[in-house]
């Protein structure tokens, strides 16, 4: 029986997604209290009160700090002040998508034209999708999760190790292409 890399891997993906959401939504713990010099005194009960009273000094007012002290406004600028333009903000694409791009260059360069040279490459391309995809969330990281699946199926076929032809996988995995392509926005 072999283990389905493909679920185990959504399977993670899932638990990360839990453990994150609920890290998220857990109140932070309150930060830890000085200890207190109060002292806390009862007095004589009263006769309209049975229970005790108890007393806490007032707490100390703060003290203003030096760098709390009025700010100073702005020297004026003897010279005419020029507009800053800003860099053009790179776009960041989402996790993984970068990691399965190289995993997929670095197939193409090796895949050579032999059937155990493809499978080698194919097995290779696998397992740096693998990693790839644990940088990935939410449809691109299913994505990327089905071409591993996709080329460790592409291997198999390739080794002998189950029937079929190559072809049909490798259809599969340029429509999974064109998808990431477009979820990772890379024309």
């Known amino acids: 029986m072999r283990p389905n890399w493909a679920a185990m891997s959504a399977l993670a993906g899932a638990v990360a997604a839990v ?9 932070p713990a ?33 003290r203003p700090s030096p760098e709390s002290s009025t700010p100073q406004p702005p ?4 010279t005419r002040a020029v507009p800053v333009v800003s860099p053009l903000v790179s776009t960041v694409r989402p996790g993984g998508c970068d990691e ?11 895949a050579g034209t032999t059937r155990s040279s493809q499978a ?9 999708l693998m990693g790839a995809v644990l940088d990935a969330q939410g449809a691109v990281g ?22 079929g032809d190559p072809n049909q ?6 429509t999974d292409l064109a998808e990431l392509k477009r979820l990772c926005g890379s024309g």
Do not use: C, H, K
């Open 30 to 62: 309150p930060p830890p209290q000085p200890p207190s010099d109060a002292v806390v005194t009862t007095s004589a009960p009263r006769p309209s009160s049975p229970d005790p009273v108890t007393t806490r000094p007032a707490p100390p007012a703060p």
């Open 75 to 78: 020297a004026p600028s003897p």
């Open 169 to 174: 996988v490798i259809a599969d995995i340029n």
């Open 142 to 163: 299913a994505t990327i999760s089905r071409l591993a699946a996709e080329f460790q199926e592409l291997n198999f076929r390739l080794t002998g190790m189950t029937g």
């Open 100 to 110: 399965t791009a190289t995993a997929l260059t670095a197939y193409r360069q090796n």
């Open 120 to 128: 080698a490459a194919a097995r290779q391309t696998y397992l740096d």
């Open 19 to 27: 453990v994150a959401l609920v890290a998220y939504l857990m109140p």
